[in-house]
């Protein structure tokens, strides 16, 4: 059984927040918990190319943006997921901090960041 409270996770600066990683690839799970935070008024440009990833929305509001320009409004209770691999924007709101519980598979190392300032999108 694993058991692990927020203020004592590996926490990673990952571009535009923070993101909290609660299940690693090391505890053999096959998939990763992060507690995300993403910061008010950021747009990031992102993509999984080797993970699939699904977002559930505990606080604040924004959106999820397509490559192609689709938008899809991100509120507390809603969840999306990216199960095509799928470049996308991930836009928090001016308010306020968007928080999103994310599932990666397959697990993550833990030390992935984005490189936002490259040109295209930020992978991993």
Not at 3 to 13: A, P
């Amino acid at each position: 059984m694993i058991i692990r409270d927020l203020e004592s996770v590996k926490t990673v600066e990952w571009g535009n927040g923070l993101s909290r990683r609660l299940l690693l690839e090391s505890d053999g799970m096959g998939y990763s918990v992060t507690d995300t935070t993403v910061r008010a008024g950021t747009k990031s440009r992102l993509e999984y190319r080797s993970h699939l990833e699904a977002c559930y929305c505990i606080e604040g509001s924004g959106e999820v943006v397509s490559a192609s320009g689709d938008s899809y409004p991100i509120t507390p209770g809603r969840l999306y997921a990216l199960d095509q691999h799928e470049a996308h924007y991930l836009i928090a709101s001016p308010d306020a901090d968007l928080r999103l519980v994310c599932v990666f598979s397959p697990a993550l190392t833990g030390d992935e960041q984005h490189d936002l300032d490259a040109d295209g999108f930020s992978q991993y």
